[in-house]
């Protein structure tokens, strides 16, 4: 390091660092509208604000769409009303009582409306991505037992 730099002046000597979210676990059904559920959804936590930014920015809505997701209030408690992420916030709305207790719907405006199975996070790997294989195949609802829409 030059001695006439501080440490903070000499940005050789400390190591880059950049940090991304993971990719979310997320399955989408090859041609979206075949059932019920347009894909099948595995956050790592709980955390509704942690997960959010990285599942909107994989869908890869406009930057002036507006988004709104759904989610069921029982399984996402405590929930934010926004969650900001890169570029937008994102606005959450608790389900209705006929809302699904596994399902998140994400409306990205005039980009696209996407209706989630969310597997719970600490659900067992193998059953997890048996789901998310599932959702590729667009057989969701053949599992969930849910009507066709």
Do not use: F, N
Request: proline share 12%.
């Amino acid at each position: 390091m030059d001695p006439s730099k501080t440490p903070a002046d000499d940005s050789s000597s400390a190591p880059s660092h950049t940090y991304r979210m993971p990719l979310p676990r997320l399955s989408l059904t090859p041609d979206a509208r075949h059932g019920p559920l347009d894909g099948a959804w595995w956050p790592r936590c709980d955390v509704l604000e942690l997960e959010l930014p990285s599942l909107i920015g994989s869908l890869e809505p406009d930057r002036e769409a507006a988004v709104r997701v759904t989610v069921d209030p029982l399984a996402w408690p405590g929930a934010p009303r926004t969650v900001m992420a890169p570029g937008r916030v994102i606005t959450v709305d608790p389900a209705g009582p006929h809302g699904g207790a596994h399902v998140i719907t994400v409306d990205c405006g005039t980009v696209g409306l996407w209706v989630l199975l969310v597997v719970p996070p600490g659900e067992a790997a193998a059953t997890a991505t048996g789901l998310l294989a599932l959702a590729e195949t667009g057989r969701l609802g053949d599992v969930t037992g849910e009507a066709q829409r």
